[in-house]
């Protein structure tokens, strides 16, 4: 096929995409949510950081996470705030709100019901679950770390020592174990149930519970209940969650925030084609334009032609005689 075809066609494949019904509102990605989704609930008042969500998380993974680089008993990890890495599913921070005592929160991907990852993930290698967790296929994942620029939380992470096979590691909420009846590692290993899991729906009844019988000891706000149109994992605090280095983000979710970006893509498909043909028309018309510029050149210094002042550059180029030069048998190397 010449190129100019495959411009022709390409460009009318992608108008016509672009003028299907609806392809302006497309999303690549809906997830209506599902009543049944399990998620945990995360107490804030009642972590001690002892870290032993970490540890518990660690050997239900040890197939893919290393030892804890420092033990639970090393305090000296809370001297700087840390993120999940290729090396650690779940971490813990300490932080000072202003006239509280010293607060702890983990942090690990809160699976979001509508999850950033996955919608810009374009072969899907992130789904989100009926189930509630969102989990990664690594077989699937092309390393193009999309998912780390859409994830509001700065959750996914890259293993960038791993020049052959790069891949991207965050929790799975323990989505095999959870198949087998099983508790995720971080919350069987809580010694003071700062972490409790069941059914999203109720635990927002639990933690809303909590903070009616409580007065004046949690925060009137469930962080997760409605920030990035719900997260399966959910937060209770005694101070206002920013203090806990929790993100402001908005209550809709990353589907919803780029459906209309990401609806232009068909319309743009329409238009690049377009774009480099006309590049091209403009490029074969400009070389007419310079060849006729030599024409009239030559016509008046040498009184020649222009079909006469074209066999002569080609004769140049092919290294013969104007007379002798044969254009049927090409250029170069004096094959006229």
Not at 154 to 181: E, H, I, S
Not at 301 to 308: E, F, P, V
Request: charged letters at 20%; aromatic letters at 8%; a positive charge.
């Amino acid at each position: 096929m010449r190129r100019r075809q495959f411009l022709k066609i390409l460009g009318l494949g992608g108008m016509a995409g672009a003028a299907l019904p609806g392809a302006a509102g497309a999303a690549p990605f809906a997830y209506d949510g599902s009543p049944d989704a399990v998620g945990v609930l995360h107490d804030s008042v009642r972590c001690i950081g002892c870290r032993k969500c970490e540890e518990g998380c660690q050997k239900v993974n040890a197939d893919v996470l290393p030892p804890l680089e420092k033990p639970v008993d090393d305090s000296s990890v809370f001297e700087q705030t840390r993120r999940p890495t290729f090396k650690a599913y779940t971490v813990v921070n300490k932080y000072q709100p202003e006239g509280h005592a010293p607060m702890f929160r983990k942090l690990q991907c809160n699976h979001c019901q509508e999850p950033a990852c996955a919608s810009a993930c374009f072969v899907k290698a992130f789904v989100k679950t009926e189930e509630g967790p969102v989990v990664y296929n690594p077989k699937l994942c092309v390393g193009c770390r999309y998912c780390m620029m859409a994830c509001p939380f700065y959750v996914p992470a890259y293993d960038y020592n791993n020049a052959w096979n790069p891949l991207v590691y965050k929790c799975t909420m323990c989505a095999p174990r959870l198949k087998q009846g099983l508790l995720p590692g971080c919350v069987e290993a809580c010694p003071k149930e700062a972490l409790v899991f069941g059914r999203r729906s109720d635990l927002v009844k639990l933690a809303r519970r909590r903070i009616m019988d409580n007065p004046g000891m949690y925060e009137d706000h469930i962080y997760g209940e409605h920030e990035m149109g719900g997260t399966n994992w959910l937060y209770l605090s005694p101070v206002p969650h920013a203090d806990l280095g929790q993100p402001d983000v908005p209550a809709v979710s990353a589907p919803e925030l780029t459906r209309g970006m990401l609806g232009s893509i068909a319309v743009i498909a329409g238009i690049w084609p377009v774009i480099l043909g006309g590049a091209y028309s403009m490029s074969k018309h400009y070389k007419k334009m310079v060849e006729q510029a030599r024409c009239e050149g030559a016509q008046q210094a040498k009184g020649q032609s222009c079909a006469d002042a074209h066999a002569e550059n080609s004769a140049q180029a092919c290294g013969c005689k104007p007379a002798d030069h044969n254009p049927e048998k090409g250029q170069g190397g004096g094959q006229c």
